[in-house]
């Protein structure tokens, strides 16, 4: 079973920046991908971005792509998702999951392992 701990959210301002990470632990070397989707209040929980652990390769949603970045960190098993230039439609929470399945990986059905979710919040 695969353990998934997100850390980093907090209070922002609308053009500012956060880092937030997600502690993998457990069986997590067979995941074809680990990603990131957000989930506001009233909202339907959405795709963010995602990264393939063999070669790295990243998609990102068009809502963040320029802004977001993702960054592995393989030694700590560690996945690290860079906000940049942040909105207040970025408010939510954010959950770190993995899946076992090789697929694009952008639908939350296709993820096996969730963690609790982080809090995110952008002020104007």
């Known amino acids: 079973q695969v353990q998934l701990v997100e850390s980093g959210g907090g209070l922002v301002q609308a053009g500012g920046s956060l880092r937030l990470s997600c502690a993998a632990s457990?069986?997590?070397?067979?995941?074809?991908?680990m990603g990131w989707f957000r989930q506001a209040p009233g909202k339907e929980r959405e795709f963010v971005a995602r990264?393939?652990?063999?070669?790295?390769?990243?998609y990102y949603a068009d809502s963040v792509k320029g802004r977001f970045t993702l960054a592995r960190d393989n030694a700590k098993n560690a996945l690290h998702l860079q906000m940049n230039s942040l909105k207040p439609e970025d408010t939510a929470v954010y959950y770190c999951a993995s899946t076992i399945r090789g697929s694009l990986a952008t639908r939350e059905g296709e993820y096996d392992y969730w963690g609790q979710g982080t809090q995110v919040t952008v002020s104007s």
């Open positions: 457990g069986r997590t070397s067979p995941s074809y991908a």
């Open positions: 990264i393939t652990v063999w070669d790295g390769n990243t």
